[in-house]
């Protein structure tokens, strides 16, 4: 192959390699192309490829358009953030409106429930004996009744009002009013006096739904504090991840340094090419440590994005995070002592116990109510009026009509308004099983279980103060690691401007000067993650004061067996309902007329 065809071939490959698409001779050129492998069609189509190696290497780089926004995000609005849009926050919220509707369901017990009865009755009668009226006869009624059923929320009694009117047409030659109005008005009371006086299933089920309600509140503040705490310290890890990005950048610019400056003295002879080789591999580790913490920025900056997103398709999940606040640091001790004093005040595993313990001794008082005798009252006082066409007869049973009354059935009513054919009737029932009844066992469970409820609210106490204490050391701790980290970081500069001065005079080697840098990269960011604790321990101090900052104990609390459906009421479950130790009651297994209880919804 001749020179010329080489260079042609070198020329080809570096088009290639540019990946220029490359024009043909008949495209770039109006003259009759030369004969091929003639000397000048190879010069021409060099000239060609030069062309354009030279115009694609004049284009110039186009910035990329794809890059996320920068959103600047401070502190208190990424909290809100969170508070607003956090998906886990908003299902949380659902919980006490649940709570409500349940309530609402269990109230509607004592709403008035109205009956109308409307019904149309043709009977025939056989002509079973001479009272009957005649050969055939046909009695036409038509019956209107309107009632109301109101059980009465103090005292367990129920209230029954009916009012019934009745329209009879009848063929038979008795009757006095034909057609015949009839109209009563009845009253009926039924009051316990002894066993669902004071308490009963029902109202101890709304008892335990408000107090469903005050846990689920206290489970909604829970997960509020809990995630506005998660934020803040995601927010600490996001600021702390870019600062670490850039004292492995500045770590880095300082071992390109070094090996540019031991490239200068190998060049002059003033060094051996080894500490070249050493420098570079010290820059190559840094740029290694570099993509691992860029790597760390990347993975915080999504765990803040989970928190203060509703998804994926908000804006803030595509754009690039720039945390404005930059963490401080308090030199003032944690107050123990008023900490958990606010604890014990604020905590709301606290609360949810003391719920609990509310909870089971509304089933006591039930179950030891339940275990009195029965003894109900029921009175009833009744109206009653009849009007119609009026038949007089003469000659007794029987006779023939001497006259007709014309009536209707205004003088049914008024003859009941008059009070003229009142009733009445009072009596008292009662009742009591032989042997020991399922109540008194179960008020007996109940007592158990209340003094394990106190004792557990005890031991929780105790875990609380141990949490609270723990936490405010912590934060004594993290403060005087800040401290020392500072003093450390200062001390490792100072040592490394010494170890470069001695560098540069020749009094030192490359080792120390790399080794100095590293000790600087180390001890900065072991100032970083003093900060970073620092604030995370704040962060928990605070947190610890309103809930569990991990799993803790729950009270064993549950709600003994009920009769009459009572435990299907039970406070919602005992156990961890947030991040910590949650309280409550479960509803037992009801015995006797009533549905059977169920456990705890609360998650």
């Known amino acids: 192959m001749t020179p010329r065809r080489l260079v042609c071939a070198a020329v080809v490959a570096a088009v290639a390699w540019f990946g220029t698409p490359v024009q043909t001779a008949a495209q770039t050129t109006a003259n009759v192309p030369a004969p091929a492998g003639s000397p000048e069609a190879a010069d021409a189509r060099v000239e060609e ?89 046909q009695d036409d009624t038509q019956t209107y009744e309107f009632g109301a059923d109101q059980a009465l929320p103090l005292g367990g009694g129920a209230l029954q009002v009916s009012w019934l009117n009745r329209r009879q047409e009848s063929s038979s030659n008795f009757n006095t ?145 720039n945390p404005v606040d930059q963490p401080g640091v308090s030199n003032e001790k944690a107050d123990v002592a008023e900490a958990l004093k606010n604890a014990l005040a604020s905590r709301t595993d606290l609360a949810e116990g003391e719920r609990g313990l509310e909870a089971t001794d509304l089933n006591m008082r039930l179950y030891r109510n339940q275990s009195l005798p029965t003894a109900d009252l029921i009175a009833s006082y009744g109206l009653q009026g009849i009007g119609g066409t009026e038949i007089l007869r003469d000659g007794g049973l029987g006779g023939d009509v001497t006259e007709t009354i014309p009536g209707d059935f205004g003088d049914a009513l008024q003859r009941m308004a008059g009070r003229d054919f009142p009733t009445w009737n009072i009596q008292l029932q009662f009742s009591y099983p032989i042997g020991h009844s399922p109540a008194a066992a179960s008020y007996q469970r109940a007592r158990i279980q209340r003094e394990q409820a106190a004792m557990s609210m005890k031991a929780l106490e105790l875990q609380v103060a141990t949490e609270v204490t723990n936490a405010g050391l912590q934060v004594d701790s993290t403060l005087e690691q800040v401290d020392a980290a500072r003093a450390a970081r200062e001390l490792a500069e100072q040592r490394l401007e010494a170890e470069q001065t001695r560098f540069d005079v020749g009094l030192s080697t490359a080792f120390f000067v790399v080794q100095a840098q590293r000790d600087l990269a180390d001890a900065a960011n072991v100032e970083l993650r003093a900060v970073l604790d620092h604030r995370k321990a704040l962060v928990d101090f605070e947190r610890v004061q309103l809930t569990p900052s991990s799993g803790g104990p729950s009270l064993a609390v549950s709600g003994a067996n009920s009769l009459g459906g009572v435990g299907g009421g039970g406070v919602n479950g005992v156990g961890a309902t947030t991040s910590g130790a949650g309280n409550g009651v479960t509803g037992g297994n009801g015995t006797g007329s009533g549905p059977p209880g169920g456990g705890g919804t609360v998650p």
């Open 177 to 321: 009013f034909n057609p015949q109005y009839n109209s009563s008005l009845d009253l009926l009371l039924t009051q316990p006096l002894l066993r669902n006086f004071r308490t009963d299933d029902t109202r101890t089920q709304i008892s335990l739904a408000q107090i469903n309600r005050s846990v689920a509140n206290l489970q909604l503040r829970a997960t509020l504090t809990n995630t506005a705490a998660d934020v803040r310290n995601a927010y600490w890890d996001l600021v702390y991840a870019i600062q670490a990005v850039d004292v492995t950048r500045q770590s880095l610019s300082l071992a390109n340094k070094l090996v540019e400056d031991n490239k200068a003295r190998v060049e002059v002879g003033a060094m051996a090419p080894l500490d070249v080789v050493q420098a570079e591999a010290e820059a190559a580790a840094r740029r290694q440590t570099l993509a691992q913490a860029e790597a760390t920025h990347r993975i915080a900056e999504l765990s803040l994005k989970r928190l203060i997103v509703t998804g994926t398709n908000d804006p803030r999940w595509h754009a690039r995070l």
């Open 49 to 137: 490829l030069l062309a354009a190696v030279r115009a694609q290497q004049a284009v110039p780089n186009q910035p990329p358009t794809n890059e996320a926004a920068v959103l600047d995000l401070r502190l208190d609005e990424a909290v809100s953030l969170a508070l607003e849009r956090n998906p886990d926050v908003a299902a949380e919220r659902l919980n006490p409106r649940l709570e409500e509707l349940s309530l609402a369901s269990l109230r509607g017990n004592y709403r008035p429930v109205l009956q109308t009865t409307i019904s149309q009755n043709n009977t025939v009668q056989l002509p079973r004996n001479q009272l009957t009226g005649g050969d055939r006869v």
